[in-house]
Structure formats: C-alpha cells, structure tokens
C-alpha cells in the first residue's frame, strides 16, 4: 500500500508522537509499505522551547515533508493548518496515489485527512494520542465539534488503551464501538537493562519525558524535597521546566538533563535504578514501556492509560494522581527495599518483551489499513465553525 501518514509532531520535537511515528514507519517500511510522511512542527522559540523544533529528520525509506505550523504559531489559528495539510495531502496524491489516509492526533491532521479523503475519495485511518483525547473539545465547543466529526466520521479510529477510551466515550458521547484499541510499543533492542542493577549508594529516582505539571513532575519535586539516601534525575524539557527549576532550588540531589533526544534515552535510563511518572493522565507511556523494557521498577498512577499496562503490587507500585505523600512513601519503599525492586522489575520485563513489541503494534495497524482499504470516504459531515474564547490559542503548544 501507499500510505500518507500524517503527524502533528515529530522529531526533533520530543515526545510520545515522535516515537510512535518512528517506529511504527520503520515496522511499515520493513513490511514493503511506501510510505509518505507529512509532519507538523514549530519554528518559532516558544514551540522550539517548550518540545524542541524544527523540520522533521530524514527516515530511511519514508518521503518525510515538513509542514511549519504556520496557523498554530499565529495565535492558535488551527483552521489555516488544517486547510494547508489537506491542500498538501491531495497535491501529494497526484504525485504518487495513496490507498489510504492516517493521521496521528485528531485534530488539526485528523480534520485535514477526513476532508483530503472526501475530496479524493480515500479512507481515513485516525489514532487519538493522549493529549487529543485529555484535551482537544474540552477547551471550547469549535473542537469539541472537530473531535465529534473526526471520531464520527473516520474509517477507523485508533486508540492506545480501553481506560482511554473509556474516557473519550465519556466526555464526547463517541460510540465506543468505534475505536480499535492498539497499545504503544517499545524498541526491546534498543532498550534494555543494564548489566547489574544493584546499587551500592543512593538510590537514583528518574523521570524521562515532557517536563509538564499534568506529567506530575512538581508533585515528584515536592515528594523528594528533603529525602535522603536518593538522587533524582528529571530528564526532558517541557511547559513547566523553568517552574520545575524553581521549585527544586536548593535540592542537591536533584538533577536536570535538558532536552534529551531518543538516541539518547537508553543511556539516561540506565543511569536510574526506579523510574517514576506520576502523571495525571496517558493514552498510553511509550515512557512507561522504554523503562520496562530497560529493567526498571516503576512508580506511577492509577491513572487513565496507566492502568492498562500496570498494576500495583504486580509489576510496578500506583498512588492517586496529586498524591504526594502516598508518591513519596512509595518512593521510599523502593529506596529501601531491593527485592521488590528486582521483582516489579523482572515482572514488568517479560511482559513488556511478550506484549509490546513494534512489530505486533505494527501489524495491528496493517491488519486495520486492509480492513479499510477501498472504502468509501465519508461525505455527510460539516467542518464547525471557529467560535472564539479557547483557552489553546493563546497557548496553542499545550494542546
């Protein structure tokens, strides 16, 4: 098949979008897709700040396009974006004709994919990232109706866990039989453990990824303020990095990384001996499966997209999200006891290397391509009017 994929981020920008793209367009590749990329980025400071910037990488195999986020970094005008990836999809179509449609994120590339198929005729395949279903239609009733449509509308709909689901089902009234559930995936040769895990001194607590208060990156700060026997590593940069500086002043023991690309992600995971996201909500943690697969016991929250892949007591420990005491006494619990740390560990190892391998996500995502394959694009929906009073076009890099 040929496939235009269409992202609203990618590398260099850091984030679960990035990873996910990558790998799944090598699996693609590797099976005999081509295989067309279109990928959104910021260029200006602010977005460049916030998740790095900049036009996407070259992948082997796949025609990668960058696409400046043009309308997003001029006062959140979503709606120029969306006209531009469609105006982009359908001239690259007659290139090179594309056998389907997928985008990544829902809105803006999930609007412009299911408005490029009906002008094509093709199918239109969506997955719905986190921050797409936690967020997009909760802001104002222009993309509440954006996500309706889309989810409405698409020959098939994406998503990474059932909690996820669950709750986009919820706050948008979408029929839940609409949604494949296909989880993240995990490199298992690029990651893995460290020979030895022991650790003779402190133990070292790491947090790897967006550095972003609904990440729970400040409850950490405030749940390590003052431990001992502990060194904290905070990996990543984000929204919040100059409140997480703040907020750790006068932590000896706290350390800041900065940006850290994927290549570098193995190494700074090997250097921790728990790994710990205490975040609000997920769709479902590349994250959380890179420190599986790297050896490491995890802390983190009964939370959306969490609780599908872990499971308190079995193969990692989970405290309510904003909880800071119970994340502290959870920490010290691990900082304190070796075997459980080597248990949740070896559990959460062999699960991560039986479930959550590219390769299965990659051929859930193919089986669903020749399920839609040749169907007809849907043509009975509207694109909703722009109301004003979103709280996202004044920060449109936090959507």
């Excluded at 104002?140 to 089902?169: Q, Y």
């Excluded at 390590?224 to 500086?245: F, K, N, Q, Y």
């Excluded at 075997?339 to 193919?366: P, S």
Aim: hydrophobic share 40%; glycine share 12%.
């Amino acid at each position: 098949m040929n496939v235009c994929f269409v992202s609203r981020r990618f590398f260099p920008a850091i984030s679960g979008m990035s990873v996910y793209a990558l790998n799944l367009l090598r699996e693609l590749h590797a099976s005999g897709h081509e295989l067309t990329m279109l990928s959104q980025y910021r260029g200006d400071e602010v977005g460049t700040r916030v998740y790095g910037g900049g036009p996407p990488p070259f992948i082997d195999g796949v025609r990668v396009i960058g696409v400046e986020a043009r309308g997003e970094q001029d006062g959140g005008d979503f709606e120029r974006d969306v006209r531009e990836l469609t105006d982009l999809v359908v001239a690259e179509h007659t290139r090179a004709p594309f056998s389907v449609l997928h985008a990544q994120y829902g809105y803006p590339p999930g609007l412009a994919v299911l408005e490029a198929g009906r002008r094509l005729g093709l199918p239109s395949v969506v997955s719905v990232q986190g921050g797409d279903g936690h967020w997009v239609g909760s802001c104002c009733e222009t993309h509440r109706e954006a996500m309706r449509v889309v989810l409405d509308h698409a020959n098939a709909v994406l998503i990474g866990s059932a909690s996820f689901r669950d709750e986009v089902v919820d706050r948008l009234g979408t029929d839940p039989a609409r949604f494949t559930i296909v989880p993240g995936g995990v490199d298992v040769e690029r990651f893995t453990p460290r020979n030895g895990h022991g650790c003779d001194g402190d133990v070292t607590f790491i947090y790897h990824g967006r550095v972003d208060r609904r990440k729970g990156v400040l409850d950490l700060l405030d749940a390590v303020d003052g431990l001992e026997r502990a060194r904290v590593v905070i990996s990543g940069i984000g929204p919040d990095l100059d409140a997480a500086v703040e907020r750790a002043e006068g932590m000896a023991h706290v350390h800041f990384t900065g940006y850290a690309g994927y290549d570098d992600a193995p190494s700074i995971l090997r250097q921790g001996d728990v790994f710990v996201s205490p975040t609000y909500a997920e769709g479902f943690s590349n994250t959380i499966l890179e420190a599986m697969a790297t050896g490491l016991p995890t802390v983190s929250t009964h939370s959306v997209g969490v609780v599908d892949c872990l499971r308190h007591e079995d193969n990692a420990l989970l405290v309510k999200p904003g909880d800071v005491a119970g994340l502290r006494s959870a920490l010290v619990r691990l900082r304190d006891d070796e075997a459980l740390r080597e248990r949740l560990a070896a559990t959460a190892l062999t699960e991560v290397r039986e479930r959550y391998t590219w390769g299965r996500v990659a051929g859930h995502v193919e089986r669903v391509y020749r399920e839609v394959a040749g169907e007809p694009a849907a043509r009975d929906w509207t694109l909703p009017e722009r109301v004003e009073g979103c709280r996202f076009r004044a920060a449109p890099h936090l959507l």
